[in-house]
């Protein structure tokens, strides 16, 4: 059997006629644009972007050796995370199943687009049970989401059992790699033709430094990125932002050199935070934040806060009391972090 999406996609998505740019009907070289009723004067920023971004997906086609046709680019990873319940999600029908805890963007796009938001916990090491994960679904769900490395907890999940849902499962199944390039050899981009049904998302915003342009990835079968690009906003990518991904696209060597520097400063904060008083478990991470088991994580996320360090509180969410996320900064900052824990009575 051939796996098509066809029958997943939302009617009136299925059916939809996209809007239609000005520089979508024309493409070629001319030196004359009287089409866009852009204002002639104020050159470059008075174009509209090119709204398919070929030649930022050229350069990342050429990075992460994936054909163009397979690359969608959005506002962040929250974009194609939102088409996808627009595209494939009937509001008040369907259902998508996630692991817990996990990234807290999937329940509110969940909420937003009134689509039912089913939890299934990892286990007391905040490993993946496939068979539990695929119990939760049924015929009305059509995504899955899992996250690795996963944040808040830190791990990659089993490969095993990633391929064994993607295996089964007959909707879609998103995998979010924003933290790959911390553990690289666990990405499943190489692999994206095996499983028609495999979304990966991934994020200049963290190993790549630049969370401030806002650009976030999804890699799937073409059947799939050209659903996401029919109902995405025309000029979704800003010139600004495509601009500056190109350029900071064009070496990987200040990226891998950053890598190796928070890797390194991991294993420095994950040895110095397992003497730290009040601390109770140090959980092993693949990404470039620890998450930590306290005894009163309150009080010590108030006092650091006191000193001007602020950590992330997870202690709310499921399977996570007591627990605060930690960024891996500088080697001068988490000298500061520290200094400052240590001083607590
Ligand atoms: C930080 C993060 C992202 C990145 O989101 P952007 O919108 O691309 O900045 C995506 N997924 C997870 C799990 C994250 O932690």
Redesign the pocket.
């Known amino acids: 059997m051939t796996f098509s999406i066809h029958h997943l996609i939302r009617d009136n998505i299925r059916q939809l006629h996209p809007y239609s740019s000005a520089r979508d009907e024309f493409t070629g070289n001319a030196s004359v644009f009287l089409d866009a009723n852009e204002n002639p004067f104020n050159a470059p920023l008075n174009r509209y972007p090119d709204p398919r971004q070929l030649r930022l997906k050229e350069r990342l086609s050429a990075i992460k050796q994936l054909p163009a046709g397979n690359i969608f680019l959005?506002?962040?990873?929250?974009?194609p995370i939102d088409l996808l319940y627009r595209a494939f999600c009937e509001p008040r029908l369907d259902n998508v199943v996630a692991i817990a805890p996990?990234?807290g963007?999937y329940k509110v796009a969940a909420d937003i687009n009134a689509v039912d938001y089913r939890e299934v916990l990892l286990d007391g090491e905040y490993g993946l049970d496939p068979e539990s994960l695929l119990k939760a679904t049924d015929e009305h769900t059509k995504l899955i989401f899992l996250?690795s490395p996963?944040?808040p907890t830190g791990n990659a999940l089993s490969g095993v059992a990633l391929e064994k849902i993607l295996t089964e499962f007959p909707g879609i199944v998103v995998v979010?790699e924003?933290?790959i390039d911390f553990c690289p050899e666990t990405t499943l981009v190489p692999r994206l033709s095996e499983f028609p049904n495999l979304v990966i998302?991934q994020?200049?915003?963290?190993a790549w430094g630049v969370?401030a342009i806002?650009?976030?990835m999804a890699f799937a079968s073409p059947e799939i990125i050209g659903v996401l690009s029919k109902i995405k906003y025309p000029y979704n990518i800003n010139q600004l932002t495509q601009q500056h991904a190109l350029e900071i696209l064009q070496s990987t060597q200040k990226k891998d050199e950053w890598v190796q520097e928070l890797l390194q400063e991991r294993k420095k904060l994950e040895s110095a935070l397992t003497t730290l008083p009040h601390v109770l478990q140090v959980y092993p991470s693949d990404a470039n934040f620890i998450l930590v088991r306290t005894r009163g994580a309150k009080n010590i996320y108030q006092y650091l806060t006191n000193q001007g360090i602020i950590v992330r509180d997870r202690s709310k969410i499921v399977l996570c009391g007591e627990c605060l996320r930690i960024t891996v900064g500088t080697a001068e900052e988490n000298q500061k972090l520290l200094a400052e824990w240590r001083r607590m009575a």
């Open positions: 959005g506002n962040g990873s929250d974009e996990t990234y963007m996250c996963n944040n979010d924003a933290y998302l994020t200049l915003s963290k969370a806002r650009l976030g």
